[in-house]
């Protein structure tokens, strides 16, 4: 069965929004490794309609030598979203009702992960109905006064830790996965 | 010169507590945290305790065997009445009236 692998950019209050706005200053060879690594282990990607139009605006013009931006162009997109009619980046899917059952249909598919960057409001739903097989975050060293979290306000979960890494750059990237029932 | 540190217990969405104030989802086995290595750096480093009231009320007035024995300044509007229990030769409570900074200074 596929995972479901929630990966974002986090600040240590757990802001996920506007990354570009602050994590850039952090970047290092590692944190590209760690992306690197991440996405050529995954075949899909799944996106809320917001992050879908930001990544479809800027993705198809980029290139680099190690071929992240052509994977991030050939590999499946999944864009959820109730408004959109057309979605026109490389190899597209739009899935516009029954997401959890959409979802659990994909997980079902042989392949790779199925990576989720950003979609804020779409990892809400995801959490709701179980779905969110592994969370892989790169937690910054700042705080962000306000913008959209992770975790909504109200929701709650119990997580295992996987694996940590720290970066020379003070980024620490963390994976968890959802607590099994009886660990909770 | 020493230096103030913030030790904090925080979920992976950053709350120290819970909306009842309650920290027991944090502090699932508090004995086991102790013997980490890191509380254990933690206690070997540090040379006084500033908090304010509402962590102190958490110990309910009783400091037994709290894992910092130092100094304790507690930094509040007006000092209990009655005497904290678990005081000895290290760890001494102090009621701070006048103002954080007097409690750092």
Known sequence: MRKVVV????????????????????????????????????????????????????????????????????????????????????????????????????????????????????????????????????VYPLVRGGGKRLFADGTAASLQLVETKSFSSGVVALTYQPARKEDN | MAKVLLGMTMSLDGFINDQDGSVARLYPDLAALRETEELQRQIAATGAVVMGRRAYNMADGDLTDYEFQTPIFVVTHQAPAYAPKGQNDRLRVHYVTDGLASAIA
């Not at chain 1, 050939?74 to 959890?100: D, F, M, R």
């Not at chain 1, 990576?115 to 097989?133: F, K, R, W």
């Open chain 1, 7 to 138: 990966t974002e950019f986090l600040t240590l209050n757990g802001v996920m929004e506007a990354p570009n706005e602050w994590s850039f200053p952090y970047w290092s060879d590692e944190a590209g490794q760690f992306k690197y690594d991440e996405l050529f282990a995954s075949d899909a990607l799944l996106l809320g309609r917001v992050t879908y139009e930001g990544f479809a605006a800027a993705w198809p013009s980029m290139t680099d030598e190690q071929g992240f931006a052509d994977r991030m162009n050939g590999i499946a997109k999944y864009v959820v979203s109730t408004t959109l009619h057309k979605a026109e980046w490389n190899n597209s899917t739009i899935i516009s009702g029954n997401v959890p059952d959409e979802i659990a249909r994909l997980k079902a598919l042989p392949g790779q992960d199925i990576l989720v960057h950003g979609s804020a409001q779409l990892i809400q739903t995801l959490i709701a109905h179980n779905l969110v097989d592994a969370y892989r975050l790169l």
